[in-house]
């Protein structure tokens, strides 16, 4: 059984810069993709960014590309998500996610077996 547990959300200004963080434990981190996805009450939960177990392949949505970037350092068991100019359109609970079973499924909900439980982004106009 993996468990995610995010952290490093919070409120910023528009323009601003946050770093969110995804301890994972439990299972072998090295060998799962690893996502983010992002959800507002009321909305669907969309994919955000996700990054190959090798951390040599990212992927990200078109909101996001320039701005956010996906990393992971497999001696922490931990993934990352850089977000930099952010907007308030941005604001959403972020959830990191494990793709433990092996698909080409890298940007689609179905495609993660394991989830966190999320870290509030909120950003001010």
């Known amino acids: 059984q993996v468990q995610l547990v995010e952290s490093g959300g919070g409120l910023v200004q528009a323009g601003g810069s946050l770093r969110l963080s995804c301890a994972a434990s439990?299972?072998?981190?090295?060998?799962?993709?690893m996502g983010w996805f992002r959800q507002d009450p009321g909305k669907e939960r969309e994919f955000v960014a996700a990054i190959r177990a090798s951390g040599g392949t990212t992927y990200y949505a078109d909101s996001v590309k320039g701005r956010f970037t996906i990393s992971r350092d497999n001696a922490k068991n931990t993934a990352y998500l850089e977000m930099n100019s952010l907007k308030p359109e941005d604001t959403a609970n972020y959830y990191c996610?494990?793709?433990?079973?092996?698909?080409?499924?890298?940007?689609?909900?179905?495609?993660?077996?394991?989830w966190g439980r999320g870290t509030q982004v909120t950003v001010s106009s």
């Open positions: 439990g299972g072998t981190f090295r060998l799962y993709a």
């Open positions: 996610a494990a793709k433990v079973i092996l698909s080409t499924k890298f940007t689609t909900r179905d495609g993660y077996q394991y």
